[in-house]
C-alpha cells in the first residue's frame, strides 16, 4: 500500500491534467451514494464519509473531520484522509492525502465550469475568500484562461494581502482588495470560497455577463449570494441531487419560491459531455452561476489520476 502525502498529491494533480481527467472521468458510469454525515460530539463538529466506485475498478472512501472550533487553536478546522482500494481483488492501494485532493479538485472542477460558462476571452479573476482554496483557485483558473488581473478580495485586507504574498513566492502576480463592490465591478469571473452563513453577494453588484462561482456554501444554513441573484441567472451545478440536498444559496432561494428545481439548468457531467453537451452560457450579458458543494465522483477521478502518475507527475502509461 502507498502512502501519499500532500505534497505527492499536489505533484501528481497539475491542474490541466486534474482538470482534462474530471472532464473525461465524468462521462464514466460512478457509482456515488449519498454522504454519510456523523456529529460525534453532538456539536458543531462533524465527519463526513464519502464513497464511490467504478465496478471492476477503483473504489474510494474519503473521511473528513469538521472541527470548526480547531480555528481558535491553531489547528485545521478541517482535515481528510482517502482510501484508494481495488474493486477487482479488495486490495488497498494507497492512503492519500485527503485534504489536499479535495482542495485540488474542487479548484479542477470550478476552473472547468467556468471554462463552459465563462466568457472565453475573461481576464480578470476575482477570487472571494482568504481560506485554503483561495491559491488553488487562482492556480486552477490560470490553467484555463490567460488571467491579466487576479484579485484576492477580504473584508481583512491584511488576510487578503497574505494571500497575495503567497501567490507572488509561486510567481502570480494579484492584488489584494477589501471592498466587494469594487471588486466584483471588474470581475470577469467570480469565485466565492468562504464559510460564509450571512449572504454578502448582493444582485446588484454582480455586472453582466459575469460567470459567479459559488464553491463555499455547501450547507443549507450557509449561502454567499443573495437568493435573488438566482433569479434571472443562468445557474448549474455540480452535481444537481447534492445541490438540491446541500446548495444553501439555492435551497434557499427555491424556499422562497424564487426559482424552479428545473431552473438549474444542467450538471457539469452535462457540460462537459463529448457527444450532447448541455447549453451553457447563450450571450455575452449573461450571469452564469455555478453551484459547487462537492460529490464523491470528483474525489474517486482524482485519486485514480494520482495512482496513475509516477512521483513525479508524470504518466506511468
Known amino acids: 500500500m502507498q502512502f501519499i502525502d500532500a505534497a505527492e498529491t499536489a505533484r501528481r494533480l497539475p491542474y490541466p491534467a486534474l482538470i482534462a481527467a474530471l472532464a473525461r472521468g465524468l462521462q464514466q458510469p460512478i457509482v456515488s451514494p449519498a454522504r454519510s454525515h456523523f456529529q ?29 472550533g480547531n480555528n481558535a487553536i491553531g489547528k485545521p478546522a478541517v482535515s481528510a484522509a482517502y482510501v484508494a482500494m481495488s474493486c477487482e481483488d479488495g486490495s488497498v492501494l494507497a492512503l492519500i492525502d485527503g485534504t489536499e485532493l479535495t482542495l485540488r479538485r474542487t479548484a479542477a472542477a470550478a476552473a472547468l465550469a467556468a471554462h463552459k460558462l465563462a466568457r472565453p476571452a475573461s481576464q480578470r479573476l476575482v477570487v472571494l475568500g482568504c481560506g485554503a482554496l ?38 502570480i502576480a494579484a492584488r489584494a482588495e477589501s471592498d466587494l463592490q469594487r471588486a466584483l465591478a471588474e470581475a470577469d469571473i467570480a469565485v466565492a470560497v468562504t464559510t460564509a452563513t450571512q449572504a454578502f ?13 459559488l464553491v463555499g456554501a455547501f450547507t443549507l444554513e450557509m449561502a454567499e449570494a443573495e437568493p435573488a441573484l438566482l433569479v434571472g441567472a443562468r445557474l448549474f451545478a455540480d452535481n444537481r441531487e447534492a445541490v438540491l440536498q446541500k446548495g444553501g444559496e439555492v435551497l434557499q432561494a427555491l424556499q422562497r419560491g424564487l426559482i424552479l428545481e428545473s431552473d438549474i439548468r444542467a450538471e ?10 448541455a447549453a451553457g452560457r447563450l450571450t455575452d450579458s449573461d450571469v452564469t452561476v455555478f453551484k459547487s458543494v ?7 477521478i482524482a485519486a485514480d489520476l494520482v495512482l496513475q502518475r509516477a512521483p513525479d507527475g508524470s504518466d506511468k502509461s
Do not use: Y
Open 40 to 68: 460525534p460530539n453532538s456539536d458543531a463538529s462533524a465527519v463526513l464519509v464519502m464513497s464511490a466506485w467504478q465496478p471492476g475498478g477503483l473504489f474510494g472512501c474519503k473521511i473528513v473531520s469538521i472541527w470548526p
Open 201 to 213: 453577494i448582493p444582485p446588484a453588484w454582480v455586472r453582466p455577463g459575469t460567470h459567479l462561482g
Open 134 to 171: 483561495a491559491l488553488p483557485m487562482v492556480e486552477a483558473h490560470r490553467a484555463v484562461f490567460a488571467l491579466s488581473d487576479v484579485v484576492i478580495w477580504g473584508r481583512q485586507l491584511a488576510k487578503a494581502q497574505a494571500v497575495v504574498d503567497t501567490l507572488a513566492r509561486a510567481g
Open 268 to 277: 457539469l457531467a452535462e457540460l462537459v459531455d463529448a457527444a450532447r453537451p
Open 294 to 300: 462537492g460529490f464523491a465522483a470528483l474525489d474517486l
